[in-house]
């Protein structure tokens, strides 16, 4: 292919690795030489200095070429880029720039026929000589042809001549390496996943737009080389097979081909033989199986364009004969521009002049009108994208100016349409009133034209169309208006950062205070504000979005001006007043495609300029009818925090971004009208009332509350308070829902309030119970809304500061009795400071103990009082977690072990009394033998009563044998006796050495009685008889005990 200054690098490539750059610098660096032109063949040599340490490299250089086209080319290097490479440039730009110092020569037949014989056979003997290793096989056998009579070469006049170009009737291409294009494309398409395979694959798709605009035929050469290539790719029947959809950027690249193909069959200059030769290869490559289906529920003869409103389609009838059309492949609608012609004399004349009007015979074409009131040109009878597919066909293959002309004809068609279309729904909505309110004056007429509109509204949309038919009228009226820079670098968009693109006022010819530029911004917003159905598939849908972005990025590099800014304006007004054929009309389909994102550019567009339409059109594009519907408003989502709902709505796969879109509109709304009440409450009310997903209203909150706060200005409380309320609404919602961003919603709640002040806080304290769980408001909004940098930032008195500390105490002690089990050490904490409050606390726990607190809870609460000072309170609530405790004789590791023990040496610290009290509960409780002889062992080591709040001190220990530890004693044996019996009924030997061990620990807390010896032995004994069956055992017990 070729190298030129236009070649866009490859991502991250630096342009000293263009070939075009490179071989610039050759020439420059005077590496050229021995150039000679023999006819049309041009040879040379390039010397190009070899890396540090390796010699200079020579390399032969040959290029043919053929009325200014480069026919072939050949180098030692043996280039396998796609690309020619530097050296063939360097000879090219040398023939260019250096023309008087080549070296010219007739091309070499014209110098043989001056030749006699014996100069002949001298060349010829001299040159077999000085390249006899490489030709001499060739002499042979062109030698031996020659003096054989009949050959073949004795029958043809005269003999090649490399060097003297093509006859006039032979057709001249550029050479275009076919064997390399085929290998890059197969190699790009293998790495199908990375970034800039599929970038290289776009300049491609650029280079044959680039070859199809100087009217190159390799443009549809390259073109067919790259489709079989494509089609080949060994991932297609592998999607195929497995069912699955192709990857987005292989899915754009397919559409990029296929909108290719249509611009070559719909050229308007080729010749019918090549379009038949196209339209051969398309069909054949359209019945292949692997051949990518076009997505999206698009038409292939969609309604024509016409000057009033055409009948929508949208019947059942319609939708089941969509239901059961053929199967459309990407080529699809190129086979279809094979139909199209340019032949018509109307579209001749609209191309031919930009004077075009009507004549004094009166419209061609019959009843058909083919002008506006205005006189200006109309095209009509064709869809809207198969005209705007006219348009970008034009300019693909150098008609700039016809395709300037084709679409300001198409624009005034779609005016007219609009025009004919408000009037018509006007006309309607008047009916519908005057009819509505005869039959039923309570029958609201909104209602009435809701449910009428699906009969008038557009099931196919212009925005995300595979033509793209409003980005090509775009584009082709943009590209009149663009300012060129006088100096331009080598590769404008290869730095960091693009050159800003300005534009100006072109005028229109034939239509006085039009301009290109005007009509570019009138037909964008025509195509973003049209009320359209969502297509079907995920893709579909993805390209919707995308195409809408790709857009709204092309009108934001246009600077507005006074002539734009009332376009702006004129179209908004005409998008609020379009009913259903307008996408910010008061009527509104189901499934229609949101306005959020064109809504986010209008607004920020018109703000400046007329902040009234500019929010009337960004509050009516809030709606997203598809959840207005499912959930009546006040209504939360089924899953609170999953915006993306593809189990209730499995066409809309966008959802979840739409939704985002719709929240970054509200939010841009909200710091436009900071400072402006009436706007900021207005805003407010769509927000609750369009926005459904509790993730993005909090969202919402934070972004308010972080634009009320600046750091360097005073906060502007109307949005604080908007932003407390959103906030508040999704605590409401999210009420019964568990997930962990609960915890970051109430923390910030409690700070949004704090920002505006106690009253706030002291609000959601006392309306705790619609917003938190207990847990929530005893553990986060009290603890939070009473901590020191809370009350510092709030900057109190005394007498409001304990204001808001009984508010806290108030909701603390609301949530122990409401949830005691989590919230009453909470309360319990919290009301330390105040005596009633923390009597009531203190209450509520042990009525909730009465009820069956858990007694885990009652050791931690128990716990707490003894760390407060409170040992008597402390001992009190163990005795009520003993009463609730029962531990098995087999559960040593038992969770409440430890707190039992400490519950057992309160006791003891308290004194005798409270240790005789609790002896019974232990005995009762708890029925593990090693446990409670660990008890006993603990209370035993010295007096009771030692503890600092000790009621009395005894004179020494309290003795095993004697109460109140006797009965502990006797409990501790039984217990030892029952376990063993228990444990031997199903012992395996591998545990005899843990139950001898167990025996010894036994006899350790029989000893502790007077008779203890004698009870062990008779235990023993009996042990031996019972079991004697277990000899090995019984053996152990022996060796051990005797």
Same mark, same amino acid.
């Given at each position: 292919m070729y190298s030129?200054?236009?070649?866009?690098?490859?991502?991250?490539?630096?342009?000293?690795?263009?070939?075009f750059t490179r071989g610039l610098h050759l020439l420059q660096s005077g590496a050229v030489d021995r150039v000679l032109q023999v006819g049309f063949h041009l040879s040379g040599n390039i010397r190009e200095p070899g890396s540090p340490g390796e010699p200079e490299r020579l390399y032969h250089v040959s290029i043919s070429f053929d009325r200014c086209k480069i026919t072939s080319v050949s180098c030692g290097c043996d280039n396998r880029d796609l690309f020619y490479c530097a050296h063939v440039v360097a000879l090219s730009l040398y023939r260019i720039r250096h023309a008087h110092q080549v070296e010219l020569r007739l091309p070499i037949s014209e110098t043989l026929?001056?030749?006699?014989?014996?100069?002949?056979?001298?060349?010829?003997?001299?040159?077999?000589?000085?390249?006899?290793?490489?030709?001499?096989?060739?002499?042979?056998?062109?030698?031996?042809?020659?003096?054989l009579l009949g050959s073949e070469i004795n029958l043809v006049n005269g003999a090649p001549d490399p060097t003297a170009g093509a006859g006039i009737e032979d057709a001249n291409c550029w050479h275009l390496d076919e064997e390399q294009i085929q290998e890059q494309v197969k190699q790009l398409l293998s790495n199908g996943g990375y970034y800039g395979a599929s970038q290289q694959l776009r300049s491609m798709f650029s280079k044959v737009r680039e070859m199809l605009r100087m009217r190159d035929s390799n443009g549809a050469r390259m073109l067919i080389l790259m489709t079989e290539q494509f089609l080949q790719d060994t991932r297609l029947a592998l999607w195929r097979q497995q069912g699955a959809g192709m990857t987005d950027k292989c899915r754009q690249l397919w559409d990029e081909l296929g909108a290719l193909w249509v611009c070559v069959v719909l050229s308007p200059h080729c010749k019918p033989e090549e379009r038949a030769g196209w339209l051969q290869l398309l069909s054949r490559w359209d019945k292949l199986d692997v051949c990518p289906l076009e997505e999206g529920n698009y038409s292939f003869d969609g309604p024509s364009l016409q000057p009033t409103m055409a009948p929508a389609p949208g019947s059942e009838e319609e939708e089941e004969v969509a239901a059961t059309s053929p199967r459309h492949t990407v080529f699809g609608r190129a086979l279809l521009a094979g139909e199209l012609h340019w032949n018509d004399a109307y579209l001749q004349r609209i191309l031919a002049s930009d004077s075009y009007g009507p004549s004094l015979t009166g419209s061609v074409g019959g009843d058909?009108?083919?002008?506006?009131?205005?006189?200006?040109?109309?095209?009509?009878?064709?869809?809207?994208?198969?005209?705007?597919?006219?348009?970008?066909?034009?300019?693909?293959?150098?008609?700039?100016?016809?395709?300037?002309?084709?679409?300001?004809?198409?624009?005034?068609?779609?005016?007219?349409?609009?025009?004919?279309?408000?009037?018509?729904?006007?006309?309607?909505?008047?009916?519908?009133?005057?009819?509505?309110?005869?039959?039923?004056?309570?029958?609201?007429?909104?209602?009435?034209?809701?449910?009428?509109?699906?009969?008038?509204?557009?099931?196919?949309?212009?925005?995300?169309?595979?033509?793209?038919?409003?980005?090509? +009228?775009?584009? #082709? /009226? &943009?590209?009149?208006?663009?300012?060129?820079?006088?100096? %331009?670098? !080598?590769?404008?968009?290869?730095? $960091?950062?693009?050159?800003?693109?300005?534009?100006?006022?072109?005028?229109?010819?034939?239509?006085?205070?039009?301009?290109?530029?005007?009509?570019?911004?009138?037909?964008?917003?025509?195509?973003?504000?049209?009320?359209?159905?969502?297509?079907?598939?995920?893709?579909?849908?993805?390209?919707?979005?995308?195409?809408?972005?790709?857009?709204?990025?092309?009108?934001?590099?246009?600077?507005?001006?006074?002539?734009?800014?009332?376009?702006?304006?004129?179209?908004?007004?005409?998008?609020?007043?379009?009913?259903?054929?307008?996408?910010?009309?008061?009527?509104?389909?189901?499934?229609?495609?949101?306005?959020?994102?064109?809504?986010?550019? +209008?607004?920020? #567009? /018109? &703000?400046?300029?007329?902040?009234?339409?500019?929010?009337? %059109?960004? !509050?009516?594009?809030?709606?997203? $009818?598809?959840?207005?519907?499912?959930?009546?408003?006040?209504?939360?989502?089924p899953s609170p925090l999953d915006s993306i709902m593809s189990n209730r709505f499995p066409r809309w796969f966008i959802l979840g971004h739409l939704e985002t879109r719709q929240c970054e509109l509200a939010s841009t709304m909200l710091t436009a009208a900071k400072g402006d009440p009436k706007w900021l409450h207005t805003v407010l009310g769509s927000i609750q009332q369009n926005i459904h997903s509790p993730a993005l209203l909090f969202k919402l909150a934070q972004d308010a509350c972080k634009t009320a706060t600046p750091v360097s200005a005073p906060p502007d409380t109307t949005l604080l308070g908007i932003a407390l309320e959103l906030?508040?609404?999704?605590?409401?919602?999210? /009420?019964?829902?568990?997930?962990?961003?609960?915890?970051?919603?109430?923390?910030?709640?409690?700070?949004?309030?704090?920002?505006?002040?106690?009253?706030?806080?002291?609000?959601?304290?006392?309306?705790?119970?619609?917003?938190?769980?207990?847990?929530?408001?005893?553990?986060?909004?009290?603890?939070?809304?009473?901590?020191?940098?809370?009350?510092?930032?709030?900057?109190?008195?005394?007498?409001?500061?304990?204001e808001l500390w009984a508010c806290a105490r108030t909701l603390a002690l609301q949530c122990a009795m409401k949830d005691p089990q989590n919230c009453a050490l909470p309360a319990l904490t919290l009301c330390e400071k105040n005596h009633s409050a923390f009597e009531a606390a203190y209450q509520i726990v042990l009525d909730a103990a009465a009820g069956g607190l858990g007694h885990a809870h009652l050791f931690t609460v128990a716990r707490y009082m003894e760390h407060r000072g409170l040992p008597l309170r402390a001992y009190k609530l163990a005795t009520l977690a003993l009463a609730q405790l029962s531990i098995a004789f087999n559960?040593?590791?038992?969770?409440?072990?430890?707190?039992?023990?400490?519950?057992?040496?309160?006791?003891?610290?308290?004194?005798?009394?409270?240790?005789?009290?609790?002896?019974?509960?232990?005995?009762?409780?708890?029925?593990c033998a090693p446990m409670l002889s660990d008890i006993l062992r603990r209370w035993t080591l010295s007096a009771p009563g030692l503890g600092p709040l000790g009621a009395r001190r005894a004179a020494k220990p309290l003795g095993a044998?004697?109460?109140?530890?006797?009965?502990?004693?006797?409990?501790?044996?039984?217990?030892?006796?029952?376990?063993?019996?228990?444990?031997?009924?199903?012992?395996?030997?591998?545990?005899?050495?843990?139950?001898?061990?167990?025996?010894?620990?036994?006899?350790?807390?029989?000893?502790?009685?007077?008779?203890g010896h004698l009870q062990f032995s008779q235990f023993l004994e009996n042990l031996k008889q019972t079991y004697k069956g277990k000899k090995k055992l019984m053996l152990l017990v022996r060796e051990r005990f005797g």
């Open positions: 030129s200054l236009g070649y866009p690098p490859p991502e991250g490539e630096h342009d000293a690795r263009v070939p026929s001056q030749m006699n014989r014996d100069q002949l056979q001298k060349f010829v003997q001299y040159l077999i000589s000085a390249h006899h290793t490489e030709v001499l096989p060739t002499a042979q056998r062109l030698a031996d042809e020659i003096l058909k009108p083919t002008f506006d009131p205005q006189g200006r040109p109309l095209w009509l009878g064709e869809p809207f994208p198969t005209a705007c597919a006219r348009v970008d066909t034009l300019r693909a293959h150098g008609y700039p100016r016809q395709a300037l002309r084709l679409a300001s004809a198409i624009i005034n068609t779609l005016r007219l349409q609009q025009r004919h279309q408000l009037e018509s729904y006007k006309q309607q909505k008047k009916e519908t009133w005057a009819g509505v309110w005869a039959l039923s004056p309570l029958f609201p007429p909104a209602e009435l034209l809701q449910k009428g509109s699906t009969c008038i509204t557009n099931t196919e949309g212009w925005v995300g169309h595979p033509l793209d038919p409003i980005g090509c +009228l775009c584009r #082709a /009226l &943009l590209e009149a208006c663009r300012l060129e820079e006088e100096t %331009l670098t !080598l590769y404008p968009d290869s730095g $960091p950062e693009k050159r800003k693109v300005a534009y100006q006022h072109v005028p229109v010819p034939g239509s006085p205070g039009e301009s290109y530029l005007v009509l570019a911004l009138e037909v964008a917003l025509l195509g973003l504000g049209q009320q359209r159905a969502l297509p079907e598939g995920l893709y579909a849908q993805d390209k919707v979005v995308r195409n809408e972005e790709q857009l709204l990025a092309l009108l934001e590099e246009v600077e507005l001006d006074e002539r734009l800014v009332q376009v702006l304006r004129k179209q908004a007004g005409l998008l609020l007043e379009g009913g259903p054929f307008s996408g910010f009309g008061e009527v509104l389909f189901r499934e229609s495609v949101p306005m959020h994102t064109c809504a986010r550019y +209008l607004f920020t #567009a /018109l &703000l400046p300029h007329d902040p009234d339409l500019a929010y009337r %059109l960004a !509050l009516r594009a809030m709606r997203l $009818p598809i959840l207005e519907t499912a959930f009546p408003a006040g209504e939360p989502h906030g508040l609404q999704v605590m409401r919602m999210t /009420l019964n829902v568990m997930t962990w961003r609960r915890r970051e919603m109430v923390r910030w709640l409690v700070s949004c309030a704090t920002e505006i002040g106690p009253q706030a806080l002291m609000n959601i304290m006392q309306n705790w119970y619609s917003l938190f769980t207990p847990v929530e408001a005893a553990t986060i909004v009290a603890v939070t809304g009473t901590t020191h940098a809370t009350l510092l930032r709030l900057q109190l008195d005394t007498s409001r500061r304990e559960q040593d590791s038992h969770p409440a072990v430890n707190d039992v023990l400490w519950a057992c040496s309160l006791s003891h610290s308290l004194g005798r009394h409270e240790l005789s009290a609790i002896v019974p509960l232990i005995i009762r409780s708890i029925h044998d004697r109460a109140p530890l006797c009965q502990l004693l006797d409990a501790a044996v039984t217990a030892y006796i029952t376990t063993s019996h228990s444990r031997l009924t199903h012992i395996s030997p591998r545990h005899y050495g843990d139950f001898i061990e167990f025996l010894g620990k036994a006899r350790e807390t029989f000893l502790l009685a007077p008779d």
